[in-house]
């Protein structure tokens, strides 16, 4: 069956720091490929996604790229804030109502 | 996209009892979804309700313990039963929406069992 893969946490950063956080997935078909993000107390919010190969997902400054060829959706963002600290789902829905996320990884961000 | 309201935002409950946790979403759907999310834990689906038909629930989960209804298609309650610690958790209501699958969340009911 399909699944989602994606590094374990907790990843800390100091603010203005790159940020990778490593997704790959396996599934039949052609796949979408979402991140999503879980701010402290909240309920998950889209964050991008990417609906075919070789298309970058971007929002408020992250960005991943959906590499077929790995499978792989790796999270970038070229200068965290601390704003930024939440919990980050990697997720894939191939196109049937049930979607699979990842077991999700925490950013601290420090000041 | 989609908004998604739940009611209780939260809630301590004594051992034995139930909560039911509504979910209502500004625009008609299909179909909703239930997910538990235990502490420090990724999403679990409990299972998805259909206007008009029985909910599907998915392996480990059943329906004296997790009823729901579906009366419409913008409605959905989850009913926790005869609770016990094991079920504190944050419950999430979801729909589907847009050509591409993407998932919109209400901000959850945290769950606290005594």
């Known amino acids: 069956g399909n699944s989602v893969t994606q590094m374990e946490g907790p990843v800390t950063l100091s603010e203005e720091a790159f940020l990778t956080i490593n997704c790959t997935y396996t599934?039949?078909?052609?796949?979408?490929l979402f991140w999503y993000v879980q701010y402290p107390g909240e309920g998950l919010q889209l964050l991008l996604k990417?609906?075919?190969?070789?298309d970058k997902g971007s929002n408020k400054g992250f960005e991943a790229t959906y590499r077929k060829e790995t499978t792989s959706f790796h999270l970038e963002k070229g200068s965290v804030q601390v704003s930024d600290s939440a919990v980050y789902f990697c997720?894939?829905?191939?196109?049937?109502?049930?979607?699979?996320f990842g077991a999700g990884t925490r950013l601290f961000v420090k000041a | 996209s989609a908004v998604i309201s739940q009611k209780p935002s939260r809630d301590i409950c004594q051992r034995g009892t139930s909560l039911t946790i509504q979910c209502q979403v500004d625009?008609?759907?299909?179909?909703m979804f239930w997910y538990r999310q235990q502490p420090g834990q990724s999403l679990t689906l409990i299972a998805t309700?259909?206007?008009?038909?029985?909910?599907?629930?998915e392996s480990g989960f059943v329906i004296d313990k997790f009823p729901i209804s579906r009366p419409n298609l913008t409605f959905s309650t989850l009913t926790v039963s005869n609770m016990s610690p094991e079920d504190s958790s944050i419950y999430l209501c979801?729909?589907?929406?847009?050509?591409?699958?993407?998932?919109?969340f209400g901000p959850g009911t945290r769950l606290t069992v005594t």
């Open positions: 979801s729909v589907l929406s847009g050509l591409d699958y993407e998932q919109y």
């Open positions: 997720a894939t829905n191939t196109g049937g109502f049930k979607t699979i």
């Open positions: 990417a609906t075919k190969a070789d």
């Open positions: 309700a259909n206007q008009g038909s029985e909910a599907t629930y």
């Open positions: 625009s008609q759907v299909t179909m």
């Open positions: 599934a039949t078909g052609y796949p979408s």
